[in-house]
């Protein structure tokens, strides 16, 4: 079975603080993907990554980073977190078209 | 740009049928997804079916296609409780590689 694993289930942190959700797949996927998750939206795609040290901006990369510097793990990076990133943020990597996805990290900016 | 549309929510009583409705606006989807969340969890696929296809049958979950209204459905047979959850509809995209979500309908299944 395909595992993607996400560092953590619940995170709180302050507004301008640095905050890492690290993400980590064990299929040897190329494509990874990070989204965040708000009621009434949907899923919207922040970054996604095709291969180590790749990454392109999805819908609403702003105030955003990643990074992958391996195949298996992609770090999503909010350097000076704003409550307007309070969200739930999931990851997922993908194997053709077919996305796999893990837990998702819910995130609280105060 | 593409768009992907779902009602927000579903009420249903156990053992009724339901009836999950999705609207899309890329022609080139490709795929066509049904994914389901349960509370706190990520995402699951439930199933998903080709553009060529008209309808894709699995279990109790039945998808039809209608491209030419660009319409896709998930019907869940004899409903319980434990279906109870945030389905999502998308669609991959053979232009950007990316898949499009629309924004989940809730499902509440009452005993």
């Known amino acids: 079975d395909v595992k993607v694993t996400q560092s953590s289930r619940y995170l709180v942190k302050r507004t301008g603080e640095k905050v890492f959700l690290e993400c980590v797949q064990d299929?040897?996927?190329?494509?990874m993907f990070w989204y965040r998750q708000d009621p009434g939206l949907g899923l919207r795609l922040i970054y996604f990554?095709?291969?180590?040290?790749?990454?392109e901006k999805g819908d609403i990369p702003e105030g955003y980073s990643v990074s992958r510097e391996k195949k298996e793990r992609f770090s999503l990076i909010l350097e000076s977190a704003s409550t307007n990133q309070t969200s739930m943020y999931l990851c997922?990597?993908?194997?053709?078209?077919?996305?796999?996805f893990g837990p998702g990290t819910r995130l609280t900016v105060l | 740009g593409e768009d992907v549309e779902q009602s927000l929510f579903l009420s249903v009583r156990e053992g009724d049928s339901s009836v999950i409705n999705c609207t899309y606006t890329?022609?080139?989807?490709?795929?066509l997804y049904w994914y389901k969340q349960e509370p706190g969890a990520g995402l699951q696929l439930l199933t998903y079916?080709?553009?060529?296809?008209d309808m894709k049958q699995d279990q109790r979950l039945t998808v039809l296609l209608n491209k030419k209204d660009k319409h896709l459905s998930l019907r869940i047979a004899d409903t319980q409780t434990g279906d109870s959850a945030i389905y999502f509809c998308?669609?991959?995209?053979?232009?950007?590689?990316?898949?499009?979500f629309g924004q989940g309908t809730t499902l509440q299944v009452k005993p």
């Open positions: 990554s095709y291969d180590v040290k790749m990454k």
């Open positions: 997922a990597s993908s194997f053709d078209n077919e996305q796999f």
């Open positions: 998308a669609g991959y995209s053979g232009n950007t590689g990316k898949l499009i």
């Open positions: 299929m040897d996927h190329e494509n």
């Open positions: 079916i080709f553009s060529n296809m």
């Open positions: 890329d022609s080139s989807s490709t795929y």
